[in-house]
Each structure stands twice: as structure tokens, then as C-alpha cells.
């Protein structure tokens, strides 16, 4: 398919040092196919031979001086609305490396579940680390079907 790219980007507009063009919070994500996608599997029947699509967040960050003010919040709130704009999407997911909790605890928060965990599934200088998957439900949980 077309890879579909979005990112969001947040600038402090009231810098005193008027450096207001500096990106303090970004998100990016991209849309894929569902049947083509790792959690195919998690969907159902539907998913699997039809063309309905998922949000996968690639990246995701805020600047640490600016951190803990709602910024990311804001940018997952903003991938959610993009997704619910999709007619054919049914979830949002990505994948956090299991100690960080900053990320997992924002996720939690927003309503995002924990549907795996992947052992191994980083790899940072020659260590393993596993990751959760975690996913929202743009359609609601009704499609979830097996697991
Ligand atoms: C994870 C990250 C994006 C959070 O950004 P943020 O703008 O500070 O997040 P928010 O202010 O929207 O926080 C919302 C909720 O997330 C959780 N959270 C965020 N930072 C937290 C921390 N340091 N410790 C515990 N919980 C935290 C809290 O539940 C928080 O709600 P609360 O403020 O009511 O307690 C940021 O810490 C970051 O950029 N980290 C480095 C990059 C990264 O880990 N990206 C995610 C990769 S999957």
C-alpha cells in the first residue's frame, strides 16, 4: 500500500529566549493495512480479508524540560482523532521497551491496553529487552476477537 505518514509537532510559542520555532514535543505515526500488520491475529475474520487499516505510532517524544505539562497526552489525543478520521481504521498501536515507565504509565492512562509482550523484541547494544504492545480500540472492543 501507500505508506501514509503523520506526525504532529508542538513549538513553545512564548520562549524568552525566542527560540519559538523549536520542536519541544513530536509524534509520528503511520497507517498500514491490519492483514498485513503483527496483530492480524487480535482483529478478527474481518480484518483479515478486508482492506481496514491501523495507526502504528513510530516515535513519540517531549523534550524533558517540558515534560510532565500534558504535551504527549495532547499528541496521542491528536493521533486518536486522525485515526477516528479513517473510515477503515479500527485501532491505534506501538510498542514500548518494558522499563519505560514514563511511556507505560501514559498509555495506561489514556485508555491504550497492554495486549503483549514481546521477549527480545529490542535489541540495544547486544542486549535483549522485551516490549509491550499496547493498542486503543478506535471502533470499539467488540472487534477484538480471539486471543
Ligand atoms: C513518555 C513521554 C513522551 C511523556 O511525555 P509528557 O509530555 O511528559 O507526558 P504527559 O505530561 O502527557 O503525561 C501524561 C501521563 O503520563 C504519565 N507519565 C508521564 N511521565 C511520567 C513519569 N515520569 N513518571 C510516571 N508517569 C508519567 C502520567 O500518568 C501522566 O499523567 P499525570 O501527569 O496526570 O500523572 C516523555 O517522558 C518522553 O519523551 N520520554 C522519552 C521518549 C519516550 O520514552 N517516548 C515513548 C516511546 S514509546
Do not use: W
Not at 22 to 46: H, M, N, P
Not at 60 to 84: C, F, N, Q
Request: proline share 1%; charged share 20%.
Amino acid at each position: 500500500m501507500d505508506v501514509t505518514l503523520c506526525h504532529g509537532g508542538v513549538v513553545d510559542s512564548n520562549r524568552p529566549d525566542g527560540r519559538c520555532d523549536e520542536l519541544i514535543g513530536f509524534v509520528t505515526a503511520r497507517v498500514v493495512f491490519a492483514k498485513e500488520s503483527e496483530i492480524v491475529d487480535l482483529l478478527g475474520y474481518d480484518s483479515a480479508k478486508s482492506d481496514q487499516t491501523l495507526v502504528y505510532i513510530l516515535t513519540l517524544g517531549v523534550v524533558d524540560t517540558y515534560r510532565k505539562l500534558g504535551i504527549a497526552s495532547s499528541l496521542i489525543k491528536e493521533v486518536i482523532k486522525y485515526a477516528s478520521s479513517i473510515s477503515t481504521c479500527r485501532a491505534v498501536y506501538l510498542h514500548v521497551i518494558s522499563y519505560n515507565n514514563p511511556a507505560i504509565f501514559l498509555y495506561k492512562k489514556m485508555s491504550f491496553k497492554c495486549i503483549r509482550r514481546l521477549q527480545g523484541f529490542y535489541l540495544i547494544n547486544g542486549q535483549h529487552y522485551d516490549s509491550y504492545l499496547f493498542m486503543y480500540y478506535v471502533m470499539g472492543d467488540d472487534l477484538l476477537a480471539h486471543h
